[in-house]
């Protein structure tokens, strides 16, 4: 623990100089194998440049700030669209710098001036920060002139019923997902990057999230959402590249080329009642689900990562998965075969005033190729029968097109689209 | 709606991180590519806070290659190399214990090492050639005294007119006629928040004069434009506020002979400016500043106007320091007045501000953030 703390001092006194922090402590984390686990400084930086955008197939650190963002111009198509251009760029350079636990680039020292970082994360580790970037369907209206580049697959989401949409939670021209292990660090890009583009963009919403509800990959342990259950179990896990290709990452097929080695992002604000489901006996609860609560395993196994048997009866006849069960209607044998990447955190913004029960549930995020064959596909199968919409409702929506992407410094977001 | 207008400085300074790649890239693709090659010319430069120690300071034209260290400096992170102006190339967010390089291809001639933030942040640089002169814009120099001349006028001939417009008020409040109150409200109010933040500089005067009843401790203590706007439109009476109303024209006489003597600084000017901006996005758009009258526009406009001034005083110095802020800046504030056009009533005045929904609201408030994030940067330009 004395090192730890020396290495914390280290880092504050480099000011934000990751580089050197992360060598420090990882050299100390080092020293320190199998000595103390909670004394391991976490200081893990995820690439930021690279073929696919972080924050897709990467593992899902703790936290989530999420906001999306509308454009304010009013210009012709083509002046508009160079204030786009210069906006992501802005944006590009700044989200680069903090994936690498700098601070945004610019002057932070000159006494009257306000400091061009706000601060916060001042001396933090990224903590496995990730920042995705994704345009919504209304950035190929007439404003920007961009509607015939508008990808096929980028259709506004049809209704999705039982769905009770609210505007002031729905949308946007752009989206960030900034992901990481600390708050603090994921919510000052929230904040920087809105900063960064007052006067060309405002904040639309935004959404913040813990506990990663959703695995990703199979060296995360499962963990779970707010009703209890565990959450992601059958996920595509990020590290299976011929799944991620099969299901997640656009390729040849699209017909917007500066879409591949990108994905869409579908976001769903979904309230939990929580109050109710907590007073719905045990046997019930597995029921909805279709798993038993402690162990995750389907009612039809005894270990959580078994396959779960959709055929099998029980004594009087009838299904042992029941048949609206929530994983019997999500799963892809029962789907011919669709699945998407989820990638969902749990939220709560304290209580409902109206009602005073607690205003919590899931921010579902989900990342594949094509929505319209994939989450519609399967939110149709959900909202027409899944047990759980008892207890559920769709509340907040995003659709987002993920650009792949930049490869390598000096490009920027979305360059194949804007440039 | 705003037009598509870059941001200014913060915006500028990311552009340089992408752009100041691009041209070391460009340098050594059209001209030798190896500038970093063997044949390079080594240069030092370390970061220090009193200065660039920069080894050696020169070289024969060719292939450079730059090699900036930051052992110990923590107000320097970057070194710029720039001629004419320009930059031809830079390291930056070396915080100490990084080290960073670049490369590039130079021709004889003077540049400067450039170090922001040091104690001497520009020392010279020489390729194999004369020595050019460093030209200071004495333009700059006259354009930044008539700004802070020209300010200390206005805020007297605003402080002028809020004496009289304030009796009227007054007397209208002690003759115990509520609805000749109520008109002068607002108009006398308007010529205070104007100059609010030249006001805020006298200690207790801002308060005496406009606090609201959540900043004062004792509410029989409480004095003030506020005061009586509470009893004109909450209580009905004006009952016991005659001593209020004299000591509201003592405090604004009190004002009046402050700014006769008091002098400005260009940052000053800049900074009260974004004050003004904060004010209406923190207290008029809120409508807490005038919970009884509802007359927070006709401060808002006030603030807004006021904050104009000070930048117009400064805008002819700006445009020859960073004519691309000045240009942003003008048009943030001709974006918020006119956004308030639509509230404004035939008689000059304006609408019930209860009557502005949360959507509008919300719509003004991300105007004035629009106009206050860039009018935060010209402090720093025009501060020599």
């Not at chain 1, 990808?151 to 949409?165: G, I, K, Q, S, T």
């Not at chain 1, 997902?177 to 583009?197: E, K, Y």
């Not at chain 2, 500028?12 to 693709?29: E, R, W």
């Not at chain 2, 923590?74 to 390291?91: D, H, S």
Request: hydrophobic share 40%; net charge negative; charged share 20%.
């Amino acid at each position: 623990m004395t090192e730890f703390r020396a290495s914390r001092r280290g880092l504050l006194a480099l000011g934000g100089a990751a580089v050197a922090g992360a060598a420090t402590s990882g050299a100390l984390a080092g020293c320190d194998s199998g000595s103390s686990k909670t004394a391991a400084p976490v200081v893990a930086k995820v690439p930021f440049y690279g073929a696919h955008q972080a924050g897709i197939a990467t593992p899902a650190p703790a936290r989530l700030a999420f906001a999306t963002y509308d454009l304010t111009v009013d210009g012709s198509p083509q002046e508009n669209l160079a204030a786009l251009r210069q906006l992501l760029q802005t944006w590009t350079a700044a989200a680069a710098a903090m994936a690498d636990g700098k601070p945004v680039p610019g002057d932070s020292n000159t006494l009257v001036a306000p400091p061009a970082d706000t601060g916060e994360a001042y001396g933090s580790s990224p903590a496995n920060l990730t920042i995705t970037f994704g345009v919504g369907p209304s950035l190929f209206d007439g404003r920007f002139g961009l509607a015939s580049r508008r990808p096929a697959a980028l259709a506004d989401l049809p209704m999705l019923p039982p769905e009770n949409l609210d505007p002031a939670r729905s949308g946007g021209d752009l989206v960030v997902q900034a992901c990481s292990d600390d708050p603090v660090v994921a919510f000052h890009v929230i904040r920087n990057l809105a900063r960064l583009g007052r006067g060309t963009v405002v904040m639309r919403w935004s959404q913040l999230g813990f506990g990663n509800a959703t695995s990703n990959g199979a060296s995360q342990e499962t963990p779970r959402n707010l009703l209890g259950f565990k959450d992601g179990t059958r996920n595509i896990d990020g590290s299976d590249a011929q799944l991620m290709n099969q299901h997640v990452w656009v390729g040849d097929e699209t017909d917007q080329q500066w879409m591949r080695g990108g994905s869409y992002l579908v976001a769903r604000r979904i309230a939990m009642h929580i109050e109710a489901w907590d007073r719905d006996y045990l046997a019930d609860q597995q029921h909805v689900f279709g798993r038993f609560k402690y162990t995750g395993a389907p009612l039809t196994g005894s270990n959580e990562r078994d396959t779960p048997n959709f055929a099998a009866k029980d004594a009087s006849g009838q299904p042992v998965i029941p048949v609206n069960a929530h994983i019997r209607l999500a799963a892809h044998e029962n789907n011919g075969g669709i699945r998407i990447l989820r990638r969902g955190y749990s939220y709560t913004d304290g209580i409902i005033s109206a009602s005073g029960e607690l205003d919590a549930g899931l921010f579902f995020i989900a990342f594949q190729k094509d929505p319209r064959k994939q989450f519609v596909t399967l939110q149709r199968g959900l909202g027409a029968h899944d047990a759980l919409n008892e207890y559920i409702q769709h509340v907040g929506s995003g659709l987002f097109a993920c650009p792949p992407a930049p490869s390598g410094q000096g490009r920027y977001w979305a360059q194949d689209l804007v440039g | 709606m705003s037009r598509p207008v870059p941001t200014g400085a913060l915006r500028a300074a990311a552009i340089l991180a992408l752009a100041g790649l691009v041209i070391s890239g460009c340098s050594s693709k059209n001209k030798d590519d190896a500038a970093a090659a063997s044949g390079a010319t080594k240069v030092k430069i370390e970061l220090n806070d009193n200065g660039c120690k920069t080894t050696p300071s020169s070289i024969p034209a060719g292939a450079a290659t730059f090699e900036v260290t930051n052992t110990s400096a923590n107000k320097v992170t970057e070194a710029e190399l720039q001629q004419g102006g320009n930059i031809v190339g830079e390291k930056e967010n070396l915080t100490p214990g990084l080290s960073g390089t670049f490369s590039l291809h130079l021709d004889a001639g003077s540049y400067t090492v450039y170090c922001p933030n040091a104690k001497t942040e520009k020392a010279d640089f020489t390729v194999t050639g004369t020595a050019t002169k460093q030209s200071v814009d004495p333009a700059v120099q006259t354009a930044l005294d008539q700004a802070v001349t020209g300010y200390k006028q206005y805020v007297i001939g605003e402080v002028d007119k809020l004496v009289p417009a304030t009796k009227t008020f007054t007397d209208a409040v002690r003759a115990g006629n509520i609805s000749a109150a109520e008109a002068a409200f607002a108009p006398a109010r308007y010529y205070y928040e104007e100059v609010e933040p030249v006001a805020e500089s006298f200690g207790d005067l801002d308060p005496d004069i406009d606090a609201r009843v959540d900043d004062v401790e004792d509410p029989s203590q409480w004095t003030g434009f506020h005061r009586i706007e509470k009893a004109l439109w909450q209580d009905k009476s004006l009952a016991g506020m005659s001593p209020i109303a004299d000591k509201l024209d003592a405090d604004v006489a009190k004002l009046k002979g402050l700014v006769a003597t008091t002098n400005y600084q260009p940052a000053q000017l800049a900074n009260g400016a974004t004050e003004l901006l904060n004010e209406v996005a923190s207290s008029k758009i809120t409508g807490e500043e005038d919970r009884y009258s509802h007359t927070d526009l006709s401060d808002f406009q006030a603030n807004v106007l006021g904050g104009q001034k000070a930048f117009q005083l400064l805008q002819p110095a700006l445009q020859k320091i960073d004519a691309q802020l000045a240009s942003t800046v003008s048009q943030e504030f001709t974006d918020v007045l006119d956004s308030l056009k639509p509230f404004q009533t035939s008689g000059g005045g304006f609408v019930d501000y209860s009557t502005v929904g949360d959507d509008q609201r919300r719509m003004l408030t991300q105007k004035v953030d629009a106009l206050a994030e860039p009018l935060s940067q010209v402090a720093a330009k025009v501060t020599s």
